[in-house]
């Protein structure tokens, strides 16, 4: 009776984390309009909330820009945003991030990601990827910034920087690790 309760338990959790990722998931993607707009909102907030990150962009290769990424889930979780890579400032292609995980988790929530590609190198061999994952395409340094908002000199020497922000500011000791950017045909 004890299995029969444990195989039910978890199968109502599968059911709440599936359900979570379904409302992580947009139903409906986002016109080109609509995600250059986000964009833009995006960063100006970026630029206004950190002045080194938007100082280190200047000499990005290119920036790949994800400015809604919702993420839900209760027990099993997923997220989901779209986004542009620009390139000297122009948007050169639309893309999509997804990630799920698995753990003690419950809840949702709206940030934005930011990754710059400090080099050509590295922005090529994203650009010629076909599903690009954080953490075995490329390894993402996450922005950690020391006294007076500065960033870490290890991390400016990184070739792939990504800052995570919400409506609160900057968030800390998160991953992008797992992530897979898929570029979206428009």
């Known amino acids: 009776m004890t299995m029969q309760y444990g195989a039910r338990q978890?199968?109502?959790w599968l059911i709440f984390g599936l359900f979570a990722m379904v409302l992580a998931t947009p139903a409906i993607a986002a016109s080109k309009a609509e995600i250059d707009a986000r964009v833009e909102a995006a960063l100006e907030e970026f630029?206004?909330?950190s002045r080194?990150?938007?100082n280190l962009m200047k000499r990005a290769a290119g920036a790949l820009i994800f400015p809604r990424v919702i993420k839900g889930g209760?027990?099993?979780g997923g997220e989901y945003g779209e986004g542009a890579l620009q390139v000297g400032g122009?948007?050169?292609?639309?893309y999509s991030t997804a990630a799920a995980s698995i753990g003690f988790q419950l809840g949702g929530q709206v940030k934005t990601q930011i990754i710059l590609f400090m080099d050509a190198a590295s922005l090529q061999a994203f650009r010629q990827s076909d599903g690009w994952e954080a953490g075995v395409d490329g390894s993402v340094a996450i922005a950690e910034f020391g006294a007076g908002g500065e960033l870490d000199t290890k991390t400016i020497k990184s070739p792939i920087i990504g800052f995570?922000?919400?409506n609160k500011g900057l968030m800390y000791n998160?991953?992008?690790e797992g992530s897979k950017m898929s570029r979206l045909e428009r």
């Open 174 to 176: 998160l991953t992008l």
């Open 10 to 12: 978890a199968k109502t």
């Open 52 to 54: 080194a990150g938007s």
């Open 74 to 76: 209760i027990g099993i």
């Open 47 to 49: 630029h206004q909330k």
């Open 90 to 94: 122009k948007t050169v292609a639309y």
């Open 164 to 166: 995570v922000f919400s």
